[in-house]
């Protein structure tokens, strides 16, 4: 399955299938990128970055790919699991200081 | 478990009380954040503390008031808060190598009612 950030905020997706969910950032000087998990009631929990001079990153059933050219960035969720419920938010660095904007997020919900 | 915890949890106050939120991360992290929270919202940033410094005050009203006393705890002092200033506040810590940053940690947040 996959979301389209602004347009599609929820994405459904079956248990074992894979997850695509996209962002769009805002400035083009940002330099750093992360994508958080938030469960209900919880704070933020990072799961994968990247910064501006690489395109793509890969960690555990995680890649995140990063194109500069139009802006967006999106997180591939291989195998997804029930446990990946949660809401989603990609962060860019943005500025000369050290502050992280977030993107409006998107709700994941895996059907077993 | 997160290593930034926010004390309290949960706060209910009226419009005209003074109330503290403490933060506090012993990760070595020089740089650190609050962000507030609407209910199926992404954060919203606040204020940066950079080497104990506040390096950006995001127009945030000055009923919310940051200090740092140390390079481990944030507070942020509210007065006169409003009703719509309910939410939940976020706490954040990242280390800093020079003009450099690493990620965002994360408390579990205070969740504050306005009434």
């Known amino acids: 399955g996959e979301s389209v950030g602004l347009h599609l905020p929820t994405l459904s997706v079956q248990e074992g299938d894979n997850s695509i969910i996209n962002c769009a950032y805002s400035?083009?000087?940002?330099?750093?990128f992360i994508w958080y998990k938030q469960e209900s009631g919880k704070g933020p929990q990072f799961i994968i970055d990247?910064?501006?001079?690489?395109d793509k990153r890969q960690g555990q059933r995680v890649t995140v790919l990063l194109n500069k050219t139009v802006k967006h960035l999106s997180l591939q969720i291989a195998a997804t699991q029930p446990g990946d419920s949660a809401v989603y938010f990609c962060?860019?660095?943005?500025?000369?200081?050290?502050?992280?904007?977030f993107g409006t997020g998107t709700s994941l919900t895996v059907i077993p | 478990d997160t290593e930034v915890t926010q004390t309290p949890k949960h706060l209910v106050m009226g419009m005209t009380n003074k109330k503290s939120l403490k933060c506090e991360q012993h990760?070595?992290?020089?740089?650190m954040y609050w962000y507030k929270q609407k209910a199926k919202k992404p954060p919203e940033l606040m204020f940066v503390?950079?080497?104990?410094?506040?390096?950006i005050n995001e127009s945030v009203p000055s009923r919310f008031s940051p200090e740092c006393p140390n390079s481990s705890l944030l507070n942020l002092h509210l007065h006169a808060l409003q009703p719509e200033d309910s939410a939940l506040y976020l706490c954040?810590?990242?280390?800093?190598?020079?003009?450099?940053?690493?990620?965002?940690?994360f408390g579990e947040g205070s969740r504050l009612t306005v009434l």
């Open positions: 990760m070595g992290h020089r740089a």
């Open positions: 962060a860019e660095k943005s500025g000369a200081g050290n502050q992280f904007y």
């Open positions: 954040a810590s990242s280390q800093l190598w020079g003009a450099s940053t690493g990620e965002l940690f």
């Open positions: 503390y950079s080497y104990e410094k506040l390096s």
């Open positions: 400035n083009s000087a940002s330099d750093y």
């Open positions: 990247i910064r501006s001079n690489m």
